[in-house]
Every structure is written in C-alpha cells, then in structure tokens.
Nanobody
Framework: QVQLVESGGGLVQPGGSLRLSCAAS????????MGWYRQAPGKQRELVAD???????TYADSVKGRFTISRDNAKNTVYLQMNSLRSGDTAVYYC???????????????WGQGTQVTVSS
C-alpha cells in the first residue's frame, strides 16, 4: 500500500551538486522519520542522513558539511541536497521511511527502489 518514489539521481562532475527527492505515498497514518542510505559496488549499505518528522537530523561523518537533509511534512517528502560531490559519493542511493500505514498497528521501514548517483568527469 505504501510506496516510496525517488528522483533526482544522475551523472554529475566532481565538485558539482545534486538534489534527491523521495515522496512517500499510499495509505499513511503517521511518519516517524525518513532518510537516505547508499551502497557502492562491493561495499555495504551505509547511512547517509536521516531526519525525524520533528526535524532532528543525523549525518554520516563523510558527508557532514556537504549534504543537507530536509523534509516537507505536508507532502510526505524528504530531500537530500548534495554539494561538493566527490567520486566517493558514487553509489545507489536508497530512501527509507519509518512509518505506520493506515491499517497497521505498528511502525515499520519502507524502502525505495534506489536512484543512481555517479560522480565523474
């Protein structure tokens, strides 16, 4: 019933910027938090940033000062503004939402399909 749709990925040059969006749709009762993970080839998936619906944000050390996460509560949408991109940021970025569906009695995580971010000259 719940779907997460990501957009904004693509190819960008080193030092460039990219803005990712993720919108949760369907029967949603309440959102606790949303965030972004990424996975590069041959590496484990890692947390990039997340944000509670109250606005408290957490960042991986590798992206602090370069990335900014934000959310629009009314649109059930989370954004990731990515600046000063490096080749090490190349990965598939996955959106995750911790929410309670309309007919559910508990919160659980929902995942997007992922969007490719490639940083290359």
């Amino acid at each position: 019933q719940v779907q997460l749709v990501e957009s904004g990925g693509g190819l960008v040059q080193p030092g460039g910027s990219l803005r990712l969006s993720c919108a949760a749709s369907g029967s949603i009762f309440s959102i606790n938090a949303m965030g972004w993970y990424r996975q590069a080839p041959g590496k484990q998936r890692e947390l990039v940033a997340d944000i509670t619906w109250g606005g408290s944000a957490t960042y991986a050390d590798s992206v602090k000062g370069r990335f900014t996460i934000s959310r629009d509560n009314a649109k059930n949408t989370v954004y990731l503004q990515m600046n000063s991109l490096r080749s090490g940021d190349t990965a598939v970025y996955y959106c995750v939402a911790n929410l309670r569906a309309g007919s559910a009695y508990a919160f659980r995580n929902y995942w997007g399909q992922g969007t490719q971010v490639t940083v290359s000259s």
